[in-house]
């Protein structure tokens, strides 16, 4: 009896730490690959789906190509058709490690944490190290952090006439609002 | 003194077209993206049907705007979940929605999610309650 107890109070912790997730369908990708005195190249995109595992520290984004809006249709079809080909790659996705996270550590202002990860875009994987700025507000995570990539690094050509209205690094950032995943 | 006026009225009309050829390609240049609303529907009909449909071909259905009528299963503050697992994001604030209320929406496949296993739309605006 007594063991049957323990059993259960271990399965129920057991469920209960599975439960430690935390989600958001919505988050906010933006990129700027602007040049100064060029027309603006930049976009967001308000639809990145991500789950961090508070236990762990792991965390897995989505970023969904089609979903990056910009203010000029045909920069848009351009990014989806000859640079990012999001018909065959309609995804990129980051999988990475929050390292030394505890949840513990949260609180109502920002903390930094290292992050270690893989991007893959367009099937190209390239690590990516950065540091994440978290808080915790009435159960909610936010989540911010920035980073550049380059187009070469994905295999992303640019023609020579546009080359100078594109910045040779791409500042990516985000700013995720995480809620308890139930 | 005919010659002349006839030239200047061929030279008007030239004029005319080139100003109109400029401010078409000025137009298609630098022309924002159209709306969902702007674009028409490559399906129209019941999300059950269109949960089908894209498991042979998602990706026929990639970045294609849609019209589908479900059962709103869950209420999220920037979007709803039809039928369980077609997640609809909305641009605006929702607004007079309830939980298993059918509704007609329009919105644009952005694909499948694998973390959450749901068929994702953004851009969405409702048809019909």
């Known amino acids: 009896m007594k063991n049957a107890i323990v059993i259960i109070i271990g399965l129920l912790m057991a469920l209960h730490l599975n439960a430690q997730k935390y989600f958001t369908r919505t988050g906010m990708t933006q990129f700027k690959a602007s040049e100064e005195a060029f027309e603006p190249v930049e976009a967001v995109n308000k639809s990145t789906t991500a789950i961090f595992n508070t236990n762990t520290g792991q965390v897995a984004a989505q970023v969904f190509i089609a979903a990056f809006q910009f203010d000029n249709a045909l920069m848009q079809e351009h990014f989806n058709e000859n640079y990012m080909d999001s018909h065959q790659y309609p995804k990129a996705i980051f999988k990475g490690i929050l390292e030394d996270f505890s949840k513990n550590k949260l609180t109502s202002d920002s903390s930094s944490f290292d992050l270690d990860g893989t991007l893959t875009i367009r099937g190209i994987e390239k690590e990516i190290h950065t540091k994440v700025y978290l808080k915790d507000e009435n159960n909610r995570l936010y989540v911010t952090t920035n980073f550049w990539v380059k187009p070469e690094d994905f295999d992303i050509k640019i023609p020579s006439i546009v080359r100078d209205k594109i910045a040779q690094q791409i500042q990516i950032s985000i700013a995720y609002e995480l809620i308890e995943k139930k | ?129």
């Open chain 2, 1 to 129: 003194m005919n010659l002349l006026k006839k030239n200047k009225s061929i030279v008007i009309v030239s004029l005319l077209f080139l100003g109109i050829g400029l401010w078409s390609a000025y137009r298609y240049v630098f022309a924002a993206p159209l709306t969902t609303n702007e674009i028409t529907a490559g399906y129209q009909g019941e999300a059950a049907d269109f949960k089908q449909l894209v498991q042979n071909d998602f990706d026929r259905w990639h970045n294609k705007v849609i019209q589908i009528k479900g059962t709103i299963t869950a209420i999220q503050e920037e979007g709803i979940l039809l039928n369980q697992d077609i997640y609809c994001q909305f641009d605006d604030k929702l607004i007079n929605v309830v939980e298993n209320e059918v509704i007609t929406l329009k919105g644009r496949v952005i694909g499948f999610d694998e973390l959450l296993e749901e068929i994702k739309l953004n851009q969405c605006i409702i048809i019909q309650k």
